[in-house]
């Protein structure tokens, strides 16, 4: 199923318990290396600061803060980055809309699908499906 994830090191942020273990698991089961996950920006920017990470998933809505200053922080290392929200693009800060989002609820094998796009291409510029 596409380019294999194993060995790449996945930064999950996401705040609802269920959804951020699914992911997880997804995840630990295409052999990839979970950073997190984590459920807010101080703990995902500490995680930034002392792991490398190959590609990241972020909520955009963190018990009410948003991750921005997460993918702001991607960006400066240009590390590829996906949404997984609820928000619509044009809810999103420009300079963000043009990151790849899934819509909650959302399917773990087009979570996967974005991610392999995004690692293959090395940016975060991938055209949604």
Same mark, same amino acid.
């Given at each position: 199923m596409g380019q294999s994830m194993t060995g790449k090191r996945i930064l999950v942020v996401e705040d609802e318990y269920f959804i951020a273990q699914d992911l997880r698991? +997804? &995840?630990? $089961?295409?052999e990839t290396t979970v950073i997190?996950?984590? !459920?807010?920006?101080?703990? =995902? #920017?500490?995680?930034?600061r002392d792991e490398p990470v190959d590609v990241a998933i972020l909520d955009v809505n963190l018990a009410g803060t948003q991750?921005?200053?997460?993918?702001? +922080? &991607?960006? $400066?290392r240009?590390?590829?980055?996906?949404?997984?929200? !609820?928000?619509?693009?044009? =809810? #999103?800060?420009?300079?963000?809309?043009?990151a790849p989002r899934t819509n909650?609820?959302?399917a773990t094998s087009e979570v996967l699908r974005c991610l392999r796009q995004l690692d293959a291409e090395g940016t975060s510029t991938v055209t949604p499906a």
């Open positions: 698991k +997804a &995840l630990v $089961e295409a997190g996950p984590v !459920g807010n920006v101080n703990d =995902a #920017l500490s995680l930034l991750s921005f200053p997460v993918a702001d +922080a &991607l960006r $400066e240009s590390v590829p980055y996906m949404f997984l929200t !609820g928000y619509d693009e044009w =809810a #999103l800060p420009e300079e963000h809309r043009q909650k609820p959302f």
